[in-house]
């Protein structure tokens, strides 16, 4: 990891998320800072509001969310430091896909199925970097190859229903990585995979992100995930952060509830697991 | 005609939740529904040639009620008329001088009446046609033919429908195969021409219309029923259902039909406009019910032939034609809202 | 797929001809009008359909009659029957498949329009107008424009495909006068079809609004026209497409009033007349053809289709 800039990268203070007048706030007073090139996993129970979260972030919520808070994005130094949840939609434009890239849980269905996989990564170079064609076409089968997938020059003319999930998801990554971005969010981008395939792909997932020093906010409600990845956890809980802390200070006994109960939970599927494992011996 | 693939029928949602408009809607399109199917079934005592109750040398009759029951599909043959009524040539108008009472328009809708092209007036409501019959008269009895039309074709259509569609989705393979090709090959014919080729041999007639309507517009439902079967063949119920040792044909009736009868009243519903316009077209051009009947279809071209003359004759027919079909348009989508929730795009969020 | 269709067709119109008087399956009952089926009609059409011949040497003839687009001569003026339905299928090809171009014009902006702003004033006010005019059948709406455009202000001809005096016309001026006559008789044909596909790509492209990869793109940084253009359209494609095939059906069967309407010299308007001069072969060889044409257009629009989405092609 790249040692921390004492300017974080991206500043949330106390966002709240409202999807209906008068129904309880989706997220309440989020408050938590990323640096450049730090990884950090949300981690939460389903429906406690880390997409709703991460969809504040890109500013992609459906029209009638009601959001308060700021969002103070830095970047890369490129520009001054901004407001997202302040700046017009064609600022926002230019900051999705260029500097905050997104990486979907639905790996085949975020892909549009009558679009062959190396125009889709070629359109996102086109659209983020100014590129002509037949270079966002070199750079797309490049990417392709950097999220390490065999015969990039093939991959590239198929269609995204040929594509397995594991597979798909790392044209995610390549379609993150595409716009150059300095912070990737993953929302659940392993969860509906199998155990092999998942390690696979966050192993793609690191050494992408620690390659290219790209901050990963990483969405999961699996904290061994979290384990694989990042080195700081938040922990959402029914739309608060209750918890944020290194991910070696997960034993700590100052841990809030939900956090122990969600290491809990980790334990105790690998305890369960070792168990069986132990009697097929 | 305007029948455009009853098997996808209008989509109408819209992300709304403004449910008072819309019941206002619906309660009136409900209400005209109703209206319409009375003013079919009771035509005769609404308007006829002949009354309601009178006396006629010293005895009671009800011509009106008697012709009134002789509409009953299959029963309605066996009543017979009281006897100087049966007869043509017996003119109720001059013969009965006693105690009388008559329909509320005391004008059958093809008797000549009176003067041709009379505009509105206290006798004759609507006025009178170029050929002096009374016009609400001939409206009233082409409410009933065409409520008859869309509703006994669709009846026909129905079963035709749910009958393939249930033995192509249940079955599968070949019957499946079969079904499907049936299906396909009555697609291809524009219905028009399928109905009037037929039309040229059986010839005129409200049954002759109601056999081709309904037997040429079940298509759309018997795809319906078999995508129905077909998708819910796989569902866990059924495994459930054959497991506690549920057979085949038992398994279709009570619990894959169920499912599909929903959707196919909704495609009945909207196959009912199709049926009505249908019916008007034949009539339009004149092959239809027979030229003398009093259809809307028929009122209309009486119309258009004077469309340089008397252009208000068409205002009458048109309205009823076009209130007529948006009514089943109307019942139709809020049936199928009522069946389906998911109707409303509001955007699924995670 | 085609083959099987293609002989039920066959199949189909060969027991509409043994449903036909004279035949021994009806005997001498039916026909059309008032009077029935004269002895004469009745002789000819057992020559004609060859009714006496055997059963299945009589459909392999009607099945090689069909292949060879040949029904024998019009009973009406002993013309070949393939000749004379050729000389009106022009007509109408002309208005369908122009009015369907203009209809795809006007549909998908709107349509796009609405799903961009689905329950908002534009969108309610346009899905309201389609119903309505979606139950208003086009031969209401042919009369009053007639009577409107036609009769009381007399801007628009509305009688035939061209005036008196077309044949010295220059050419330019027999452009401006084919295209003055099909104006009235195209709008009864576009309006439909417009209120009918625009709630139709309103929602499909509401679905695919919804879509994940939509969203995606969004969070990729395209505008939204780039992602309504790229991405939303080229999606809600395969559907239209699927559904206008649907349409051709309805479209040419909708043709034979509003051809008798505005004296059009087309298929629709051959039909009604072979009917009312007892044309039996004409009548049959329309009935066959223009189930061939739907059967043609869904072939092709299945090719389309196939083309235009890469899960059907290989599936």
């Known amino acids: 990891m790249k040692t921390a800039i004492e300017q974080p990268l991206i500043e949330v203070t106390d966002l709240s998320v409202r999807y209906k007048r008068g129904q ?4 309440r007073d989020v408050s938590f800072s990323m640096n450049c090139g730090e990884s950090i ?9 880390k997409s709703t979260l991460a969809m504040s972030l890109m500013r992609l919520l459906p029209a009638d969310a009601a959001v308060r808070g700021s969002i103070v994005f830095r970047g890369d130094g490129e520009f001054e430091p901004m407001d997202l949840m302040g700046v017009d939609e064609r600022t926002m434009q230019a900051v999705r896909g260029k500097h905050i890239a997104m990486v979907f849980q639905n790996s085949v269905g975020s892909l549009d199925p009558v679009m062959r996989v190396g125009n889709q990564i070629a359109e996102v170079v086109r659209v983020t970097q100014g590129a002509d064609r037949s270079t966002a076409h070199k750079m797309a089968i490049k990417l392709i190859e950097r999220v390490g997938l065999p015969s990039p020059q093939r991959l590239a003319q198929a269609w995204p229903h040929e594509l397995s999930g594991g597979m798909a998801q790392r044209v ?6 595409a716009g150059n971005p300095s912070l990737i969010i993953a929302d659940e981008p392993t969860s509906a995979m199998d155990a092999n395939v998942q390690s696979q792909i966050l192993e793609v997932f690191r050494h992408a992100c620690r390659q290219a020093g790209v901050a990963l906010l990483l969405i999961t409600h699996d904290i061994c995930v979290a384990q694989a990845l990042a080195n700081r956890v938040c922990v959402l809980d029914r739309g608060s952060l209750v918890d944020n802390r290194p991910i070696d200070k997960l034993d700590s006994p100052s841990c809030h509830a939900a956090t122990k109960r969600l290491v809990d939970a980790a334990r105790l599927k690998s305890k369960a697991f070792t168990a069986i494992a132990g009697k097929m011996v | 005609m305007t029948t455009l693939n009853p098997s996808s029928p209008m989509v109408w949602s819209d992300g709304s939740t403004d449910r008072s408009h819309r019941s206002w809607l619906v309660r009136s399109a409900i209400a005209i529904a109703i209206f319409l199917v009375l003013i079919a079934a009771f035509a005769p005592l609404l308007a006829w040639h002949q009354p309601i109750v009178c006396r006629y040398q010293g005895a009671l009759y009800f011509p009106a009620v008697s012709d009134t029951a002789n509409r009953i599909p299959i029963v309605g043959g066996w009543i017979q008329k009281a006897k100087p009524f049966r007869f043509p040539s017996f003119d109720a108008r001059t013969e009965l001088d006693a105690f009388a009472v008559w329909p509320p328009v005391p ?26 019959r009374d016009i609400l008269s001939r409206m009233i009895h082409g409410a ?6 869309g509703v006994y074709a669709m009846l026909l259509a129905g079963f035709v429908g749910v009958l393939v569609g249930t033995i192509a989705g249940f079955y599968g393979g070949a019957a499946d195969w079969m079904g499907c090709r049936l299906i396909e090959m009555m697609m291809c014919f524009p219905a028009f021409f399928l109905i009037l080729a037929v039309m040229v041999w059986i010839g005129n007639g409200v049954s002759g219309v109601i056999l081709v309507i309904g037997l040429t517009q079940w298509t759309g439902i018997a795809r319906l029923v078999r995508a129905e079967f077909l998708s819910s063949r796989e569902l866990d119920f059924v495994d459930a259902a054959r497991s506690y040792g549920a057979k085949g044909w038992y398994i279709a009736l009570r619990h894959l039909l169920p499912g ?3 959707p196919t009243l909704v495609a009945m519903m909207f196959g009912m406009a199709d049926a009505i316009l249908l019916e008007a077209g034949l009539s339009w051009l004149g092959l239809g019910v027979g030229s003398e009947s009093p259809t809307w279809g028929g009122m209309l071209r009486d119309a258009f032939d004077q469309i340089r003359t008397h252009p208000g004759l068409m205002i009458a027919p048109c309205a009823a034609i076009f209130v007529c079909v948006l009514c089943c348009h109307i019942l139709g989508e809020q049936l199928r809202r009522s069946l389906d929730p998911r109707q409303s795009f509001g955007g699924n969020r995670s | 797929m085609t083959i099987p269709t293609f002989v039920g067709i066959v199949l189909i119109t060969f027991l509409l001809i043994h449903l036909s008087p004279g035949s021994p399956a009806s005997g001498t009952a039916g026909g059309f009008g008032d009077g029935g089926i004269s002895s004469v009609d009745h002789d000819r059409l057992r020559t004609h359909f060859e009714l006496d011949a055997p059963l299945l040497s009589r459909f392999g003839r009607w099945l090689t009659r069909v292949i060879r687009f040949d029904f024998g001569r019009s009973f009406a003026d002993g013309r070949p029957v393939s000749q004379r339905i050729l000389e009106r299928l022009y007509p109408t090809l002309l208005v369908t498949l122009v009015t369907i171009m203009i209809g795809l014009c006007i549909v998908i902006p709107i349509a796009s329009y609405a799903a961009l702003h689905a329950g908002k004033h534009f969108d309610r006010i346009i899905l309201g107008a389609c119903v309505g005019f979606y139950a208003i059948p086009p031969y209401i709406v042919g009369m009053v ?12 001809p509305f009688s035939g495909l061209t005036s008196e005096g077309y044949s010295e016309m220059r050419l330019w001026q027999k452009f401006v006068d084919i295209i003055q006559h099909s104006v009235l008789i195209g709008c009864c044909f576009l309006y439909p079809l417009v209120a009918y596909l625009v709630p139709f790509v309103r929602a499909t492209m509401l679905s695919v609004l919804n879509e994940d990869f939509v969203r995606a793109a969004f969070a990729r940084g395209l505008t939204k026209r780039q992602v309504v253009f790229r991405h939303v359209l080229p999606n809600t494609l395969g559907p239209l497409l699927t559904v206008m095939g649907l349409i051709v059906p309805a479209v040419l069967g909708g043709s034979v009033v509003l051809e008798v309407m505005f004296a059009w010299p087309g298929m629709g308007r051959l039909l009604y007349e072979s009917i009312h001069d007892r044309d039996y072969p004409v009548i049959m060889g329309m009935t066959v053809l223009s189930a061939v044409i739907v059967l043609g257009v869904t072939l092709v629009v299945d090719l389309l289709h196939a083309w235009s989405d890469p899960r059907v092609r290989y599936a």
Do not use: K, Y
């Not at chain 1, 309880?24 to 997220?27: C, D, F, R």
């Not at chain 1, 996993?41 to 509001?49: I, T």
């Not at chain 2, 009933?144 to 039309?149: D, E, G, L, N, R």
């Open chain 1, 172 to 177: 995610g990554l390549a379609l993150a990585l």
């Open chain 3, 145 to 156: 424009l007639i009577l409107i455009l036609g009769v009381r202000f007399e801007w628009l």
């Open chain 2, 144 to 149: 009933a033919i065409s409520v008859q039309v």
């Open chain 2, 107 to 132: 004008f059958g809708p093809m008797e000549l009446i009176a003067d041709a092209n009379l505009s509105a007036s206290t006798t004759h409501w609507l006025g009178t046609d170029d050929r002096g």
């Open chain 1, 24 to 27: 309880a706030p989706v997220l």
């Open chain 2, 260 to 262: 599909a009868i929903g």
């Open chain 1, 41 to 49: 996993a949300l981690v939460g129970d389903s429906g406690c509001g």
